[in-house]
């Protein structure tokens, strides 16, 4: 059970536009800690996506948006591309216990 | 551009302890915090504990009692020792810089199997 709940699946088709939900608690997300998003292809380490909510680091192009609003966050893919089938986690931080990293349980999105 | 590689055995068994090691190039070690994470076979990603440069931990919960990592900053790496291994410790262990909080690099990943 992750800390974070995310779709365990989305699709679309290509050029479609997607979104993936990230919801936290009061403790994580509606504390105040930022989300980030990170995107694993098949048999690769996970590669930063979003940081801080909604910011892309350098290279990854602006089709990836990012968006945070209380104790939710999501992920948007416009103009879906087959090379963005892979698996997308998102993760942030939580106070319950002490200051620990927490993920969310990943989604895999499908390019029909 | 900072690059991290793990290195430890493949294979463990039972009852045994876990040794892997993450060599840091291309940056110094002496800054940021740097983390061990790992994946079992078709499953999500788990944070393990994460180190600061003058050895200061912070460990998940649910690993706490097993595991233990430590930092040598004249090697420029970090170590992960998990003991007591069972066969739900086969995993894909990652290592990786965090930075503001966000995982910003990752070592391309090494798998541990359990078994005897």
């Known amino acids: 059970q992750s800390v974070l709940t995310q779709p365990p699946s989305v699709s679309g088709a290509p050029g479609q536009r997607v979104t993936i939900s990230c919801t936290g608690s009061s403790s994580n997300l509606g504390a105040g800690y930022d989300v980030h998003w990170y995107q694993q292809l098949p048999g690769t380490a996970p590669k930063l996506l979003i940081y801080g909510n909604s910011n892309r680091p350098s290279g990854v192009p602006d089709r990836f948006s990012g968006s945070k609003s209380g104790t939710s966050a999501s992920l948007a893919i416009t103009g879906l591309q087959g090379e963005d089938e892979a698996d997308y986690y998102c993760?942030?931080?939580?106070?319950?216990?002490?200051?620990?990293?927490?993920f969310g349980g990943g989604t895999k999105l499908t390019v029909l | 551009q900072v690059r991290l590689q793990e290195s430890g055995p493949g294979l463990v068994k039972p009852s045994e302890t876990l040794s892997l090691t993450c060599t840091v190039s291309g940056g110094s070690i002496s800054n940021d915090y740097w983390s061990w994470f790992r994946q079992p076979p078709g499953k999500g990603l788990e944070w393990i504990g994460y180190?600061?440069?003058?050895?200061?931990?912070t460990y998940n919960p649910s690993l706490k009692s097993r595991v233990t990592i430590s930092v040598d900053t004249s090697k420029n790496h970090f170590s992960l020792k998990l003991s007591s291994l069972t066969a739900a410790d086969t995993a894909l262990y990652f290592c990786?810089?965090?930075?503001?909080?966000?995982?910003?690099?990752w070592g391309q990943g090494t798998l541990v199997t359990v078994s005897s």
């Open positions: 180190i600061y440069y003058s050895g200061t931990t």
């Open positions: 990786a810089r965090m930075y503001n909080r966000r995982i910003d690099y």
């Open positions: 993760q942030s931080y939580d106070s319950s216990l002490s200051d620990f990293v927490v």
